[in-house]
């Protein structure tokens, strides 16, 4: 094992005793003042069943597609009502593409999503660990992985680019995708996008954490692959 990967597993546990943690203390804090707390409002659906959740947020990209956006939970009503806590019914590991807001393309609002964005969508253990606690603690029903076509971070990690900084961190992250994918027909690009987006969630579904609560059918985790001339996101099933 090299010390990058070494440096990443540590990395991974101390992101996993750090989120048990701020589990643990939410979770007492919530119990002790529990009896004194006035009834929260009904802030958002996240008492659906996975497969619900999902639909809902597939239902939400269809009105986009459609151009018939409801723009559900975007007033000043809303912004009250979930100001001082949050109950969303779905989470989302997306790029961080400026092209794909996720609220935008699903047809939400506040409080409706869990969203991480970062490049080339990767489970970094941050990711991994702010995911846990959308699901667990938050209570999202659904956590889609979502890619998208011409993919930047994805192209680079093709092509072999010499980045500087942390971007290459990044790439590493995606380069299993772009080799178990090479041998695929047609294009190249978007072969390696869609094998990432299934590396990614596979990764997520491997946290101890999320695993139990899809064990429990209490989760989905699920690929999504967007497409920027349409819209339209299309959920990927392993082959």
Do not use: W
Request: proline letters at 4%; a positive charge.
């Amino acid at each position: 094992m090299n010390s990058n990967n070494k440096q990443f597993n540590l990395s991974r546990r101390n992101s996993l005793k750090f989120v048990a943690g701020a589990i643990g203390t939410g979770i007492l804090a919530a119990g002790a003042g529990a009896d004194l707390a006035a009834p929260e409002p009904a802030i958002a659906q996240n008492d659906l069943t996975p497969d619900a959740a999902l639909k809902k947020l597939m239902d939400g990209n269809k009105r986009f597609v459609d151009r018939k956006r409801q723009n559900p939970n975007q007033d000043l009503v809303r912004l009250a009502e979930v100001a001082k806590s949050q109950k969303p019914f779905a989470a989302i590991l997306g790029c961080a593409d400026s092209r794909f807001p996720s609220e935008i393309i699903f047809d939400q609002g506040l409080g409706d999503l869990f969203v991480c964005r970062v490049a080339g969508n990767v489970a970094t253990p941050e990711e991994i660990g702010s995911l846990e606690f959308g699901t667990l603690v938050l209570g999202a029903k659904v956590l889609v992985v979502v890619g998208h076509k011409r993919c930047g971070a994805v192209d680079a990690t093709i092509k072999g680019a010499q980045v500087p900084g942390q971007i290459g961190s990044l790439l590493d992250a995606i380069k299993p995708a772009v080799e178990s994918s090479k041998d695929q027909g047609g294009d190249r690009l978007e072969n390696a996008s869609k094998a990432n987006v299934l590396l990614q969630a596979k990764r997520l579904k491997a946290s101890p954490v999320i695993s139990k609560l899809i064990e429990e059918k209490k989760l989905k985790v699920v690929g999504g692959y967007y497409d920027l001339d349409t819209g339209a996101v299309n959920i990927l099933v392993e082959s």
